[in-house]
C-alpha cells in the first residue's frame, strides 16, 4: 500500500469514529435533557402527587445506572428528594438505597451527607425522632467536609426540631443559632423566621424572659417587612401569642392580654390559622382568670373548644379550655359545672395521650373535687414519675446517639490515618524510583535537545519581532481609523446635520427674513469644509492653537445655539482654570463632548433651557450639561454612536461619567482630574 492509499484510509477511518462520536453524543445529550424535563415537572410543588410521582419515574426509567458518574450521582439524588418531598416513601426507598450505593463507591462526600439528610427527614416525618437524630448527625459530619452551607444549616435547623420536641432547649438554641447565622446571609427570610421562633420558645422555656420577647419581636419585624407568607401559621399572630406566653408565665396578665388582644384585631387570623386562634382564647381566659375579669367568660371558651376541635394539636390544647371551664364555674359556685368539666378535661387529655394535658387536669380536678383529691394525687404522682423517667430515657437515649456517632467517626478517622500512612510510604518509594528514571533519561536527552533548543529559540525570536512589527502597524492602523470616525461623527457630521436641519426651513418658508438667517448657515458650511481639510491634515487640534482661546470658542458656540435653535443656552465658566496650562487636544475632547450632546438636546430633548457649566473642584475640571427636556432612560442600551462617543472620550481623559435623567430633566456630568490635563 503507497503512502497516499495510507492517507486516505486514515481519514476516512477518523470521519467515521467523528461521526460515531457526534451520534453517541448527541443521544446522551437528548436523553439528559429529557431526564432534566421531567426532574423539573416532578419537583413543580403545584402539581398534583401522583403526577409529579408520574414524572419522576420516567425521569428514573432514563438515567444510565452503569455510568455512576457526576451527573447520574446528581440525578438519583433529585430523583430520591422527589420522592422524599411527595411522601411516596416505597420508591423513596428504593431509590435511596440506590444513592447510598454509588455515592459509597464514587466516595461522593456531598451526596452522601445528603443521603444522611434526606433518610432523617424521613424518620422526622413519621415521628421516629431518636433514628430520624442520629441521620442527621451522621449528614451534619459530611456536609462539613463540603461547601455546601445550605445543606449544613437544614441539617442544624431539623436537628433544633427535633432537640427542642425532646426538651433539650440549650441545644435546640444553638442548632437553631448555627442555621440562622448561614441564613442571615441569604434571602431565605422565612427560614431565618422559623428559626427565631425556636430559639425565642427555646430561652422562653429556660426563663430567659428578656430574650425571648427579643427574639419574637425580631420574628415578628421580618413577618411585617417581608410579609412573609407560611402555609402552615399566622405569623404576626403566632409572634402576638408567644410574647403573651412570656408575660403570663410572668404573671404579667395585664400586659400578656394587651398582645392576645393585638393577635386579635388580625384580621386575617381566624382564616388562616384558627387553631391558633383557640390557643389564643385559652391564654386570653386563664388571663381573665387570674385577674377575676369574667367579662365575656365562659363564651370565650366554647368559641376556643370549637376552633380547637378540627385538629390532633387542637384536642389537646382544648383539655386546658375544660380546665378553663372548670375554674371559671368554681369560682362562681357552680360546682355541678366545674366537676363535669374537670372530669371531661381528664377524658380528653387521657384520650389523646397527652402526658402533659394529663397531669394538669388531675391536678385541677384534684382543687375542685375535694372528695376525690387524694386519687387525684395519688395518680398525679404515678403519672409524673413515669413521665420525668421516660423523658430521662429518651435525652440519655440522644446523648448516646451523639457519643456513639463521635465514637464512630473516630475510629474511621484512625483507620484512613493508618491506610494514608501506608500509601504515603509506597508513594514515596515509587516517587524515588520513577525520579531516578526520569533523571537517567534526562541526561541522555539533554545533550541532543540543546542544539534544537537553540534553533527553536532563534526560530521564534524572528517570529516574535515579525509578530511585534505587525501588531503595531495593525494597533497604529485601528487607533487613526477609531480617531477619525470619532471626529467626522462628533464634529462634522454634528454640524452637517444642525446646517441641514436649520436650512431645511427654506423649503417651506422662503420670505426675506428667514433666507437672511439662512445664509449664516452657508457661512457655517465652509467652516465645516476647513474641519474636514483639518482633518485630512491631522491638524485636528490646530483651532485650539490659534488666537482664539477655548472660552471664545464656547462663547461662540452658544450664540450659534441661541441663534439657530428654540432651545436658551448659557454657559457658566470657573475662572480659576488656566486654559493655557491645558493642552490642546484635551480642549478639543471638552469641547467635541459639548458638541455632542448639545446636538443631541436640540435633536431629542425638546428643551427650553440648556446650562453648560465647567467649574473647578479642588483637583478636578467638572463639566455639567443640563436640560429642562423630557429625558430618556440612561440605562437602555443606545445603538448611536454620539453616547458612545462621549463615554470614550471621557475614558480616554481617565475621567468620571455620571448621566442621570427623568421626565424633567436630564443632567450630564464629567470629573476629569486636573493633573492629568496638563
Known sequence: MNKRSIFWTIILLVSLYGCNTKTVDKETQDRNDSIQKYLDLAGNNSLDSKLRNKYNSKAFSLVDLSKNDTLTRFYINTISYNYFDTNDWLDYKKTEKIHFQISTVAEDTLNLARFYRYKGGYYRKNNVYDSAYYYYIKAEK??????????????????????????????????????????????????????????????????????????????????????????????????????????????????????????????????????????????????????????????????????????????????????????????????????LYADKAIKIAKKANSPYYYLTALSNAGSVDHKKAPYYIKEYHK???????????????????????????????????????????????????????????????????????????????????????????????????KRIAIELHDGVLNRLASTRFNLNILSYQKDEETINKCLIHIEEIYEIEKEIRNIAHDLNTEIFNTNNSFIFLLNNFVVTQNQTTNSNFTIETDSNIDWSFISSEIKMNLYRIIQEACHNINKHAQATNVLISLVLDKNNICLSITDNGKGFDSNANFEGMGLKNIKYRVKSLKGKLVIKSNNNNTSINISIPYNNLV
Open 383 to 481: 403519672k409524673s414519675d413515669s413521665l420525668r423517667f421516660m423523658e430521662r430515657k429518651s435525652r440519655n437515649q440522644y446523648y448516646i446517639i451523639q457519643h456513639e456517632t463521635n465514637e464512630i467517626s473516630q475510629e474511621k478517622a484512625t483507620a484512613i490515618k493508618q491506610k494514608w500512612i501506608v500509601v504515603t510510604i509506597a508513594g514515596v518509594v515509587i516517587l524515588i524510583i520513577a525520579l531516578l528514571l526520569i533523571i537517567t533519561l534526562q541526561r541522555y536527552k539533554q545533550n541532543r535537545m540543546q542544539f534544537q533548543q537553540s534553533q527553536l529559540k532563534a526560530n521564534q525570536e524572528i517570529y516574535d519581532l515579525m509578530f511585534t512589527q505587525k501588531t503595531k502597524e495593525d494597533s497604529a492602523r485601528q487607533s487613526e481609523k
Open 142 to 339: 459530611f456536609y462539613k467536609k463540603t461547601n455546601d452551607q445550605y445543606g449544613l444549616a437544614k441539617v442544624y435547623e431539623y436537628k433544633s426540631l427535633i432537640e427542642f420536641y425532646k426538651d433539650d432547649y440549650l441545644g435546640a438554641d444553638l442548632s437553631a443559632q448555627k442555621a440562622l447565622n448561614y441564613y442571615k446571609t441569604t434571602i431565605l427570610i422565612k427560614n431565618q423566621f422559623d428559626l427565631l421562633l425556636i430559639i425565642g420558645n427555646s430561652a422562653h422555656n429556660l426563663k430567659n424572659y428578656k430574650k425571648a420577647i427579643n427574639t419574637f419581636n425580631l420574628a415578628m419585624s421580618l413577618a411585617k417587612k417581608y410579609n412573609i407568607k407560611n402555609s402552615e401559621i399566622h405569623c404576626i399572630g403566632t409572634c402576638l401569642n408567644n410574647m403573651g406566653n412570656v408575660y403570663r408565665e410572668q404573671k404579667k396578665f395585664n400586659k400578656a392580654m394587651y398582645y392576645f388582644n393585638s393577635a386579635l384585631k388580625e384580621k386575617s387570623l381566624i382564616k388562616k390559622d384558627p387553631v391558633l386562634l383557640g390557643f389564643i382564647l385559652n391564654n386570653l381566659s386563664d388571663c381573665k382568670l387570674h385577674l377575676k375579669d369574667y367579662s365575656g367568660l365562659p363564651n370565650l371558651l366554647f368559641k376556643s373548644i370549637e376552633l380547637l376541635s378540627n385538629s390532633e394539636e387542637g384536642i389537646k390544647e382544648s383539655t386546658l379550655s375544660y380546665i378553663y371551664l372548670s375554674n371559671y364555674y368554681d369560682r362562681i359556685k357552680d360546682s355541678l359545672k366545674a366537676l
